[in-house]
């Protein structure tokens, strides 16, 4: 890499500062989290998210997302119950059967899609169709523990018959699809050509799940077919742009980066494989990756650059970039992932929340982009490192989370967005994915802290998340022709786990030697990704000491 810009190296004046400043507050305010505290943080969160579903429920179901602060409700994407939708495998997560089999129930009866709207491909996937799809597997399936007896195929079938009113969308010459597509007539003559990376290629994993649990190959043909075509118009350096027209595949906006407009393709891609064992996925990835790596990080942060010319355009943080740290640890590749954790938790830490921009030459927020609407993706990031690290300054980066969310965010009825971090003014909106990812990551993180008792950690199968948060196990039907341990009444953990897997240094050094092949362009097969995936499944087993 290039000698870092002078405006950097202010940058790791600001890193070092936060950084020594956020050590110094933890060691003089705050003891870690005690096994007690994180016992109890987990409850809290568990009432965070009951305050927001119940506020969901009361006040604004069956319309799409709630107002929080006047308690009343919006639809937003489809008019279809969206919250209840991206709420289902939460429910389950927490066990709460009563709930979840009434909200299954419901949707089953009540939700048709041959309805005049026009929707978002992209969010309507992740959002429903994911949904939907995780919530079908584990209502039909004895070993998750939350099988509903009644339960008849009604959420695939719905499934399915909103993936097939989203077809439309796929039919171009790029086989790009559509930004949107009406639900009844498919796509509009007037619809816009120019649609976003992450858009068009974050689409794999929730149409491929449904075409092993349907046997009709076209939802993951069309949906691979797409992450082609996106690739397949790539840059010298292998990077993407932002948009793209679907028509001519000409690119409409060339900034290549991690975060938005593109971040979730880069998940999907590693995902594809680890779900399904898709190794043309996970070739893709690694060439993407390692561009990234070699053109967009500027150790500790990652900036956006033009993608033919690879000069910086934007030396922003924004938050939807906080996923990746999440993803490297899937990736392996530990190190990077702890350093730029800091660095963008160093922002959290300053404002309490994250802004969507954070200029990286001025140390400010960047104008226009103050708010915070309740995402997820660094609190995503914290829980997989903890999962492989098991280090504890993770749970206290865990703990000021909650704390910003309960102090600043709780409202009325539910969790308010933040119109701006600087003064954390409250705002009358409350995405779904709130309780399908914020909440859900938080209390996956304390359970795990506790000594987890929940199916993602002790369940029957090994659960990929998909980039909405929702479950999606590797089962025999889905994942084909991954390894599996034993689905008889078995754990993966009870065949999975050895011994020397029980300190973080040797799982540390087996991921980090992982991650540097990587960097070296060496395909990472010194330790395979089941076995790097089995370390960070074998830590879950293991409770803080007390
Ligand atoms: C969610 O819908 C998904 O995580 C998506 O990948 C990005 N945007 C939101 C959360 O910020």
């Known amino acids: 890499m290039e000698a870092k810009k002078p405006v950097f190296q202010f940058l790791w004046l600001f890193f070092f500062v936060s950084a020594y400043h956020n050590a110094f507050m933890r060691r003089a305010l705050a003891e870690g989290v005690t096994p007690q505290e994180a016992k109890q943080l987990r409850d809290e969160v568990r009432g965070m998210f009951y305050h927001a579903f119940n506020g969901y429920m009361d006040h604004a179901f069956p319309l799409d997302e709630l107002r929080p602060l006047t308690c009343g409700g919006e639809d937003t994407l489809g008019g279809y119950a969206l919250t209840l939708i991206d709420s289902l495998d939460m429910l389950a997560l927490l066990g709460d059967k009563e709930r ?11 939700l048709r899609f041959d309805i005049n709207k026009t929707v978002s491909v992209f969010e309507t996937t992740i959002r429903v169709l994911g949904g939907l799809l995780s919530a079908h597997l584990i209502a039909s399936d004895y070993a998750t523990g939350m099988k509903i007896p009644s339960y008849d195929n009604q959420l695939l079938n719905l499934a399915e018959d909103l993936a097939r009113r ?77 948009h793209i027209n679907v028509f001519t595949g000409e690119w409409t906006q060339k900034d290549a980066g991690i975060g938005t407009s593109i971040d979730s393709f880069y998940e999907y891609l590693l995902k594809a494989y680890v779900l399904f064992g898709d190794e043309e996925s996970l070739f893709i990835f690694q060439e993407a990756y390692r561009a990234a790596m070699h053109y967009l990080y500027n ?41 730029t954790h800091t660095a963008f938790f160093s922002v959290w830490k300053r404002y309490g929340f994250t802004p969507e921009g954070f200029n990286l030459a001025t140390l400010s927020v960047q104008d226009g982009q103050k708010s915070y609407p309740l995402r997820p993706e660094l609190i ?167």
Request: with cysteine; net charge negative; charged share 20%.
């Open 166 to 242: 989203l077809l439309p969308a796929f039919d171009t010459p790029t086989g790009i699809p559509f930004g949107s597509v009406n639900l009844l007539y498919g796509v509009d003559e007037h619809e816009s050509k120019i649609t976003s990376t992450a858009g068009g290629g974050t689409l794999t994993l929730e149409f491929g799940v449904l075409s092993r649990l349907t046997n009709d190959p076209v939802f993951e043909e069309v949906t691979k077919n797409a992450v082609r075509g996106l690739w397949a118009r790539r840059s010298k350096l292998n990077l993407v742009g932002a």
């Open 299 to 339: 150790d500790p942060w990652y900036v956006e650059v033009n993608m033919d010319s690879a000069a910086i355009v934007w030396p922003l943080f924004n938050s939807l970039q906080a996923f990746w740290p999440g993803l490297q640890v899937l990736a392996g590749d530990i190190d990077p992932a702890v350093q």
């Open 380 to 546: 995503e990031s914290t829980y997989w490192l903890y999962k492989a690290t098991r280090d504890p300054r993770y749970l206290d980066a865990g703990r000021d989370m909650v704390s910003s969310l309960q102090y600043g965010a709780r409202c009325p009825c539910g969790y308010c967005h933040i119109s701006d971090v600087e003064f954390h003014t409250q705002e009358d909106h409350m995405e779904s994915f709130f309780l399908a990812e914020t909440v859900k990551y938080l209390w996956l993180l304390f359970d795990l802290a506790v000594g987890p008792d929940n199916l993602v950690e002790n369940g029957p199968y090994k659960y990929i998340f998909s980039t909405e948060g929702h479950l999606l196990p590797a089962t025999p039907q889905i994942s084909l022709v991954r390894e599996h341990c034993s689905y008889v009444g078995a754990f993966c953990r009870s065949v999975g786990c050895k011994e020397d897997y029980h300190t973080s240094e040797i799982a540390t050094d087996l991921l980090e030697a992982n991650g540097s092949r990587f960097h070296e362009g060496i395909l990472p097969r010194t330790i395979s990704w089941a076995e790097v995936w089995d370390i960070i499944h074998c830590f879950s087993q293991y409770s803080l000491p007390a």
């Open 100 to 110: 979840f089999a009434a909200s299954v129930e419901w949707i089953g009866k009540s």
